[in-house]
């Protein structure tokens, strides 16, 4: 098993800002203001060389923090959370991806807060480590 850490660079968007910014995940930043209700990350990353007919990729989100969260591979939807809303994951997200990747691949991790009070208990944020496993012997 061989791990792809998908620390930086990241670009984070706020619905309150204009431009994205560069980050790093895990994203340790206090950028919060109290209209921040979406954040929006996005990695680009090459795929990984050497895969054969029977290798495994496995995309690991190990934290987030929000109300709601989406997950995109290339522009398709490879994960949304429960109905019952997000708030702090207690377990890892984990993602069989092979069939979604491409020779560059754009991640989108997408974290809402419809919480509307004024200081609202969950801020969105990408508060884990992001990382593919790779096993070639599957």
């Known amino acids: 098993m061989h791990v792809i850490r998908l620390r930086r660079p990241w670009l984070r968007q706020t619905n309150d800002d204009a431009q994205p910014v560069r980050c790093d995940v895990p994203d340790t930043s206090d950028f919060h203001s109290p209209q921040t209700q979406t954040v929006l990350y996005e990695r680009r990353f090459n795929c990984p060389t050497g895969l054969g007919d029977h290798s495994r990729v496995q995309l ?5 923090a929000g109300t709601s969260g989406q997950i995109s591979l290339n522009d398709n939807i490879i994960w949304t959370s429960p109905e019952a809303g997000l708030n702090q994951l207690s377990d890892p997200i984990q993602l069989q991806i092979k069939n979604h990747l ?3 691949n754009r991640l989108m991790i997408e974290i809402t807060n419809n919480d509307s009070r004024p200081h609202p208990e969950v801020a969105p944020i990408l508060n884990g480590e992001v990382y593919l496993e790779l096993d070639e012997s599957a």
């Not at 690991?60 to 987030?64: F, L, Q």
């Open 60 to 64: 690991t989100v190990t934290a987030m």
């Open 102 to 104: 491409a020779p560059t």
